[in-house]
């Protein structure tokens, strides 16, 4: 399975962004599917994930309220929308397909390349 994220850009703070993150390939039900970020000087951290068959969501403390994650099972597709953004959430935002639910990223195999989001205050 690829992974194709997109839909970054520069958005002010209090303003709403979503990224799409397509999949070749069948997606199974039991894979999760996850975002997570990387900004500057930081370690990539989680945000949100969703188990592909059962549609349960995952969300990290500091974006659950703010940021939903959902599929278009039709498309392969996961989406983040991000709501009430941030400057400490900009980042570069990876997708990435695990097998089980966690929040380490050496626990997903496979990767998008990343899209930038960039909050200005």
């Known amino acids: 399975v690829q992974l194709q994220a ?4 520069l958005v ?3 303003g709403s962004l979503t990224l799409s993150c397509a999949a070749s390939g069948r997606i ?3 894979w999760i599917v996850a975002w997570f970020r990387q ?4 370690e ?5 994930a969703i188990r592909w068959g059962s549609g349960i969501k ?7 309220g703010r940021f939903t994650i959902s599929k278009i099972s039709a ?3 996961v989406l983040l929308q991000m ?17 089980q639910y966690s929040t380490f990223q050496n626990d997903y195999s496979y990767w998008g390349q990343g899209t930038q989001v960039t909050v200005s205050s």
């Open 83 to 99: 709501n009430s953004l941030k400057p400490d959430d900009a980042a570069v935002y990876y997708c990435a397909r695990g097998t």
């Open 6 to 9: 997109s839909g970054g850009g």
């Open 75 to 77: 498309e392969n597709t």
């Open 44 to 48: 990539r951290e989680f945000v949100a």
């Open 58 to 64: 995952y969300y990290e403390d500091s974006v659950r």
């Open 12 to 14: 002010q703070a209090g």
């Open 39 to 42: 900004a500057p000087g930081k």
């Open 28 to 30: 199974y039900s039991s």
